[in-house]
């Protein structure tokens, strides 16, 4: 089947020029551990931790309120501030305003009982990036424990980059499967985008004029063809992963945790790096990250959630199409992939 084409080996080695060499290769060593949020279970008494234990309302009022001495918008219950799962407040930046009324928006609105965790996206988003850069920029006390709760950012790079030898969109179907459709419409698809990032990242190599081996060389992304490549793994070549890893580096927090969100999702690095690169407002990053490689705004590179969410799951949209849905499992997962990207868009916004 399609999805066994996707197991993969890890690789056997990162340049040495890397300057965290160290981190990259222990990182790859623990890579059979849970993806994405590793948060377990805190005592900390904060209103999250509170809320994921009782599962019941608490509150009266939410809302968000501009700090003066901070500079930042504290989203609180009843006028006090909340706070993350690791008892950090949680006030966004001043470019985060919208993120910070709509994360109110979500503690006003929630029901009264059995009030379940997922009800809460933008709220554990802004809460993992907040926690994460806390730990990442200051010496906080409990450091390593902090961690082993919520992971760090640079773990979250090496993880989020494994998805790119596995993703989704760079595993084409046989001509047989769904009488030929399905690898049409993949060709149709993922080729251009295929086309877009080896340019993106090509770009990207060449601007940091290190990366690369020699100046005309370019950035190929590895694709698994099950026509021609049977069941074998695919893999990116370490120069793809080193320039992939490089880019990383220049991705904010809030950014790197919605694309984090968008990859388990879709299961597709692609998928997630498109969803940034649709989503953000700040316009220096945009020409600085995400849209490097055109030269105008007419130009930027755009896909929108339902794009992102037909080029995740395709294969699925086929099965479906040929055999139905499945009542309280299809529809389901259709809701929590809309859920799950657009809060992510939000976020990184």
């Given at each position: 089947m399609l999805k066994l084409a996707t197991q993969r080996a890890l690789p056997r080695l990162i340049i040495p020029s890397r300057r965290y060499l160290s981190v990259s290769i222990r990182s790859w060593n623990r890579l059979d551990r849970p993806l994405g949020d590793r948060t377990i279970e805190s005592n900390i008494p904060t209103e999250t931790n509170k809320l994921s234990k009782s599962l019941t309302k608490f509150w009266k009022n939410a809302d968000a309120k501009y700090n003066t001495d901070t500079k930042k918008f504290d989203v609180q219950l009843d006028g006090k501030t909340l706070r993350t799962p690791l008892g950090f407040p949680l006030s966004l930046p001043e470019s985060k305003k919208q993120l910070a009324e709509l994360i109110a928006h979500e503690w006003a609105n929630l029901p009264d009982l059995k009030i379940k965790?997922?009800?809460?996206?933008?709220?554990?988003?802004?809460?993992?990036?907040?926690?994460?850069?806390?730990?990442?920029?200051?010496?906080?006390?409990?450091?390593?424990?902090?961690?082993a709760k919520v992971g760090n950012i640079e773990d979250i790079k090496i993880n989020v980059l494994r998805y790119l030898d596995t993703d989704t969109c760079l595993i084409f179907a046989t001509h047989k499967e769904y009488s030929g459709k399905l690898r049409k419409k993949q060709d149709e698809l993922y080729l251009p985008l295929i086309q877009e990032y080896n340019d993106f990242f090509t770009t990207y190599a060449r601007n940091k004029g290190h990366l690369l081996a020699h100046p005309t060389d370019e950035v190929k992304l590895q694709h698994l063809d099950c026509e021609t490549d049977g069941l074998r793994g695919n893999?990116?070549?370490?120069?793809?992963?080193?320039?992939?890893?490089?880019?990383?580096?220049?991705?904010?927090?809030?950014?790197?945790?919605?694309?984090?969100?968008?990859?388990?999702?879709?299961?597709?690095?692609l998928c997630g790096v498109s969803l940034l690169r649709s989503?953000?407002?700040?316009?220096?990053?945009?020409?600085?990250?995400?849209?490097?490689?055109k030269n105008s705004p007419e130009e930027y590179y755009h896909k929108t959630v339902e794009e992102i969410v037909e080029l995740g799951n395709?294969?699925?949209?086929?099965?479906?199409e040929e055999w139905g849905e499945v009542e309280d499992t299809h529809d389901v997962d259709k809701v929590d992939w809309l859920r799950n990207l657009a809060s992510a868009a939000l976020v990184c916004h």
């Open positions: 965790t997922n009800s809460l996206p933008l709220t554990s988003l802004a809460s993992r990036a907040i926690d994460l850069t806390h730990i990442h920029d200051q010496e906080v006390a409990d450091r390593e424990e902090m961690i893999r990116q070549t370490i120069t793809t992963q080193n320039v992939v890893l490089d880019w990383l580096d220049n991705v904010p927090v809030f950014d790197l945790i919605a694309l984090e969100r968008a990859i388990l999702t879709t299961k597709s690095f989503n953000i407002s700040d316009e220096e990053i945009m020409k600085s990250v995400y849209q490097l490689n395709l294969e699925t949209i086929f099965q479906t």
